[in-house]
Nanobody, 131 residues
Framework: VQLVESGGGSVQSGGSLRLSCTASGATFSINHISCMAWFQQAQGKEREGVSVIYNDGSTTYADSVKGRFTISQNNAKKTVYLEMDNLKPEDTAMYSC???????????????????????WGQGTQVTVSS
């Protein structure tokens, strides 16, 4: 499974960006995606979970982005989106998407705190927010 992100860039505080992540590759795994998520990693900091969308459409967000970020998916296009509004300088980071995919896989409710459970990762897209 390959994941390709797009949509990063530089914006001023209060601005918006929309990230996209499209999955492709092994058909069997692509058709058994348990969840897709976005992670952020700021320079010098550990990677943190931002948001996850499960195969039933339910979502979870990190407290730091609740009310500002919205995750959604287009199952037909195997694409997940992250709409980021009211961006703040502290949102500056490399954003990567990840997925748990394959027969028999599952995503627990605390999957955002378990980045090692994700078997597939994209290369990341940089988001920079200036004050």
């Amino acid at each position: 499974v390959q994941l390709v992100e797009s949509g990063g860039g530089s914006v001023q505080s209060g601005g918006s960006l929309r990230l996209s992540c499209t999955a492709s590759g092994a058909t069997f795994s692509i058709n058994h995606i348990s969840c897709m998520a976005w992670f952020q990693q700021a320079q010098g900091k550990e990677r943190e979970g931002v948001s996850v969308i499960y195969n039933d459409g339910s979502t979870t967000y990190a407290d730091s982005v609740k009310g500002r970020f919205t995750i959604s998916q287009n199952n037909a296009k195997k694409t997940v989106y992250l709409e980021m509004d009211n961006l703040k300088p502290e949102d500056t980071a490399m954003y990567s998407c990840a997925t748990v995919a394959g027969w028999g896989t599952s995503c627990p409710s605390n999957i955002l705190q378990r980045d090692r459970d994700f078997g597939y990762w994209g290369q990341g897209t940089q988001v920079t927010v200036s004050s």
